[in-house]
């Protein structure tokens, strides 16, 4: 990420991650190199919404079609790095159905729209083969 980091010095990179990529020290550092990012947390992880009351993303009592922005909280009780903000967003019914879960995204971006904005362009990422390679 460094290496990376000095090539889009002239830039303003965002960083997007799903669950499987998430990292709390990851987070930490990008913010201290003033990198946006948007990185889903699971549902199991810990959060401290109050001085020394912590509890998992799955019991904020987020439900289909709500949503809800979080600010400044420590993250994971095993590294408790504190001034992160948590995009929360669980889309509603369409027809009867609905996703499984929410998303929890980590953000150092401030509103929750600009959030999941930003986090949903992870699927717009399109890879182009360099010449010579076949497709």
């Known amino acids: 990420m460094t290496a990376l980091h000095r090539l889009f010095k002239n830039y ?19 913010r201290k190199k003033s990198v946006q990012f948007c990185l889903r947390l699971r549902k199991s992880e810990f959060v401290e919404i109050e001085k020394k009351v ?3 993303l799955k019991n904020l009592g987020l439900k289909p079609g709500f949503s809800l922005f979080i600010q400044g909280v420590k993250v994971t009780k ?13 889309k509603r019914k369409f027809h009867g159905w609905s996703t499984e879960e929410g998303w929890f995204i980590l953000t ?21 083969p360099r010449s010579g390679f076949p497709t």
């Open 108 to 128: 150092n971006l401030t509103g929750l729209e600009d959030a999941i904005l930003t986090y949903k362009k992870r699927f717009n990422i399109a890879v182009r």
């Open 12 to 30: 303003q990179p965002v960083v997007l991650g799903d669950r499987e990529f998430c990292s709390v020290k990851l987070a930490d550092w990008l």
């Open 54 to 56: 912590w509890t998992d």
């Open 78 to 90: 095993t590294y408790q790095i504190g001034g992160f903000n948590i995009a929360c967003k669980w």
